[in-house]
């Protein structure tokens, strides 16, 4: 069931709370993820395992549900020997596994269960919630660390061929909103700009940064301004950094855009690639949310190593400002 409202009209209204990290909720349910295609493998393999970690999102009181299609492309499910079609199926499956999930994630018809390590059930579930199509760079589909370098030696031209085929497959399918994530490069922001036109579903862009630039290195005002004259891009900002970044991030990109900013960082800790491990203790604090709204964030929530948990404490100051 479509919700009443479009994601754009409720954001008009105030603001919406994302989920947090699918992948570390997918752990905590026991999933394996080492393969190259990460989470995306387990639409093929465990679907139920996915809507499950969804579901716990729901449950602590996301009104976003990010697709499992991060991570997921044409060419990484070649390489699994899965044809076009079986590609285009588990692309639209991963839109209705998010739908299911918000769906039944009270506990009603449908529901899968409860994975280790979910968050009780937040006391106030929202009325409406929203699909999100996940659209990760191409980084993520090389599987080697550049989505957080970017400047991959592809034209913006090749980069929009690439993105293009994906987006048009997860818009037929149906999402309320796709997510351009964790961009690293002002370029591929540019190509995936291309790529969603005419597609007929609003997005939101949203960059990882370091430091108060691209991962690319790139001015950070200009990479925003990319965004600002697209009236089908409903909010522009920042996913998969640090907390701190993120504080400074979001009354940039209000000002440059005068759009709504969505934030999601990471919990703060650093992924040692060397070790194959999170590194370093937690910042993410639910209390900067009031921070973040007061100036401009709309969309509101985490990334990875971000749980039902911390969300569930998000959904509540958010609900407290909302009362």
């Not at 295609?37 to 393999?45: K, M, N, P, V």
């Not at 529901?111 to 979910?118: A, L």
């Not at 937690?282 to 039902?308: H, I, K």
Request: contains cysteine; hydrophobic residues 40%; negative net charge.
């Amino acid at each position: 069931m479509r919700p009443a409202r479009t994601l754009a009209a409720a954001l008009a209204h105030g603001p919406v709370v994302l989920d947090g990290g699918l992948s570390n909720q997918l752990e905590d349910q026991g999933c394996d993820l080492s393969d190259e295609l990460w989470s995306a493998r387990l639409l093929a393999d465990d679907p139920r395992q996915i809507q499950a970690a969804h579901t716990a999102y729901v449950r602590a009181g996301a009104q976003v549900v990010t697709t499992a299609s991060y991570q997921a492309t044409f060419e990484g499910f070649a390489r699994r020997g899965l044809s076009r079609g079986e590609a285009e199926r588990l692309l639209a499956e991963s839109v209705q596994l998010a739908r299911c999930a918000g769906e039944s994630g009270g506990g009603g018809e449908g529901w899968v269960g409860r994975g280790r390590g979910e968050a009780p059930r937040s006391p106030a579930q929202p009325p409406e919630f929203w699909v999100a199509a996940s659209i990760g760079p191409y980084g993520a589909f090389l599987a080697d660390g550049s989505e957080y370098r970017g400047r991959y030696g592809l034209s913006v031209r090749e980069l929009e061929r690439f993105h293009r085929p994906r987006i048009e497959a997860l818009a037929a399918a149906g999402p309320d909103v796709l997510a351009l994530e964790t961009v690293p490069d002002a370029d591929e922001a540019e190509a995936l700009l291309r790529a969603v036109e005419g597609c007929g579903v609003p997005v939101w862009l949203s960059y990882s940064i370091a430091g108060g630039r691209t991962r690319a290195g790139q001015d950070l005002a200009a990479a925003f301004g990319l965004a600002a004259g697209h009236d089908q891009v409903i909010a522009v900002g920042v996913n998969c950094c640090t907390p701190a970044d993120a504080d400074r991030a979001v009354p940039l990109a209000a000002s440059v855009t005068g759009k709504p900013v969505v934030v999601y960082p990471n919990s703060g800790e650093r992924w040692d690639a060397e070790r194959r491990g999170w590194a370093g203790g937690t910042t993410f604090d639910a209390g900067r949310v009031g921070d973040w709204v007061a100036s401009g964030a709309r969309l509101v929530g985490g990334c990875c190593r971000v749980g039902p948990t911390e969300i569930a404490e998000l959904a509540a100051r958010v609900r407290g400002r909302s009362a």
